[in-house]
């Protein structure tokens, strides 16, 4: 019934930025908390940053502090995760996640919805 679908990946340079969408399909879709995680070849998924949609509030792992930025979008149902800085150890598949919880996790477990991802490549 709910589908998330991301999009905005690609090849870039170390330095470079770029802006990743997330954009919820659903007649009334609703969710507490959007999460982005990411998935490197050869390793565990981690969280990212999310967003608690009650509070406004965003949270990010240290790795990314200060260079990413996760929003809310123009468009009804869309988060956008900015990057800048962009790092290769940076490198993944990036997933934008819902969770119908109140609270913001950083486990996956805890996250309902998925979307399909999209590759973010650093070159060096």
């Known amino acids: 019934q709910v589908q998330l679908i991301e999009s905005g990946g690609g090849l870039v340079q170390a330095g470079d930025s770029l802006r990743l969408s997330c954009v919820f399909s659903?007649?009334?879709?609703?969710?507490?908390?959007v999460g982005w995680f990411r998935q490197a070849p050869g390793k565990e998924r981690e969280f990212v940053a999310a967003i608690n949609w009650t509070e406004g509030s965003t949270y990010y792992t240290d790795s990314v502090k200060g260079r990413f930025s996760v929003f809310r979008g123009n468009a009804k149902n869309t988060v956008h995760l900015q990057m800048n800085t962009l790092k290769p150890e940076d490198t993944a598949v990036y997933y934008c996640?819902?969770?119908?919880?109140?609270?913001?996790?950083?486990?996956?477990?805890?996250?309902?919805?998925w979307g399909q991802g999209t590759q973010v490549t650093v070159s060096s």
């Open positions: 659903g007649r009334n879709f609703f969710s507490h908390v």
């Open positions: 996640a819902s969770r119908l919880g109140g609270g913001v996790s950083y486990q996956q477990s805890q996250y309902d919805y």
